[in-house]
């Protein structure tokens, strides 16, 4: 009898300074490749034992196969994590937003939705409901202002409007909100006064990072570029990876819309799914951390 296992290939990934990232057994399940018109099954190696992954990760990590029948190399040491953080935030609440919930929750993940609460519940924004289920689950909801209003450009009793009725809204639809984002990473030292003195925690700009964990300046974290339509699965990798080669640091990740073909402030959900399935292994194998950016902060 054979076992499942049998036929066997090795995949090493290469990270782009030719460092290996890590190598993982590629095994082509028989049984299921036997009965599954799909085709075969691919399945990562880990110590607790085998994991289903797509062959869409395995191309997308830029995996080469390799026959088993030559000597295989010794596995070289995997990335080891020992001070960086990646935040996943999500911001102004599209209602595309809601398809990552499953793909979070699948792999105890917790991501930051930065909503507009003027929004919610409206044409192509997520309810009030959704918002509830994704907090349930564990993700936090911050403020990212009553309209999306560019914080530079208002003052007065309309600045506070736009920032403490926000977070009003947020705490009666039964949130805890310590974290807010500004509109477009726009913000002065007024603003970013008002939002103090509206209760938050801390406030997200949109460029800059990484940052440092304690953040040089809570109110104005800084973030890695936006992710975009053509932002590629290894580039949102060495956006990690190369945080800890440079000793380290606080990773967030900023995403605005989920779909394929909307606009460039979009990531499409395979590529969010596969990047979820690198991140959650590398938390589980490697020692990187997932937190929300009020966990971080320390709400
Ligand atoms: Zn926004």
């Known amino acids: 009898m054979c076992s499942p296992w049998d036929v066997r290939t090795i995949c090493t990934v290469w990270t782009p300074r030719s460092k290996v990232l890590k190598s993982a057994v590629i095994t082509h399940n028989r049984l299921v490749a036997g009965s599954n018109p799909a085709g075969p099954t ?45 935040s996943l935030t999500f911001d102004d609440g599209a209602a595309d937003n809601y398809a990552v919930r499953p793909i979070l929750s699948e792999r105890g993940l917790h991501a930051t939705f930065y909503i507009v609460s003027g929004f919610t519940g409206t044409e192509g924004y997520m309810t009030a409901g959704q918002l509830r289920d994704l907090f349930e689950d564990g993700n936090e909801i911050g403020g990212h202002t009553l309209n999306h209003t560019k914080l530079t450009e208002v003052r007065g009793a309309d600045l506070e409007r736009e920032i403490c009725q926000d977070r009003q809204n947020l705490l009666d639809h039964g949130f805890e909100v310590t974290s807010f984002a500004y509109p477009f990473g726009h913000y002065d030292e007024v603003s970013k006064q008002v939002v103090k003195d509206c209760g938050y925690a801390n406030a997200r700009a949109v460029t800059g990072g990484p940052d440092a ?36 640091g606080w990773v967030i990740l900023v995403f605005h819309r989920v779909c394929t073909g909307y606009n460039e402030y979009a990531i499409d959900l395979e590529t969010f799914t596969n990047l979820a399935d690198w991140l959650a292994y590398q938390r589980d194998l490697n020692g990187l951390v997932i937190k929300t950016v009020g966990e971080v902060i320390g709400r």
């Open 42 to 86: 691919y399945y990562l190696m880990k110590p607790s034992g085998f994991v289903e992954i797509s062959l869409i990760l395995l191309i997308t990590l830029g995996c080469m196969p390799a026959p088993t029948e030559a000597t295989p190399r010794p596995s070289p040491a995997p990335i080891n994590f020992t001070n960086t953080t990646v």
């Open 213 to 248: 964990i304690p953040p040089e300046d809570p109110f104005a974290l800084q973030a890695m570029p936006y992710i975009v339509q053509d932002t590629t699965i290894n580039k949102l990798m060495r956006y990690v990876t190369g945080a800890e080669v440079e000793g380290g």
